[in-house]
């Protein structure tokens, strides 16, 4: 258990699930409007949770 599990398992414990499949989502390459779509929420919305993490 390196570096990367401590980084995320701190990730993990600060950000909320959908801020975390947002992340995912985004990580595969998907646009947010993309993700939005994906996970039935509005690109602001998308935005909005990524503003959140953001801000973490």
Do not use: P
């Not at 990367?4 to 950000?15: E, L, M, Y």
């Not at 975390?20 to 929420?41: N, T």
């Amino acid at each position: 258990m390196g570096l990367a599990f401590n980084f995320i398992h701190c990730i993990q414990c600060r950000v909320c699930t959908r801020e975390l499949i947002i992340l995912e989502a985004l990580a595969e390459g998907l646009s947010y409007k993309m993700v939005a779509k994906k996970i039935f929420l509005s690109v602001d919305g998308v935005r909005y949770h990524i503003r959140n993490i953001y801000s973490k």
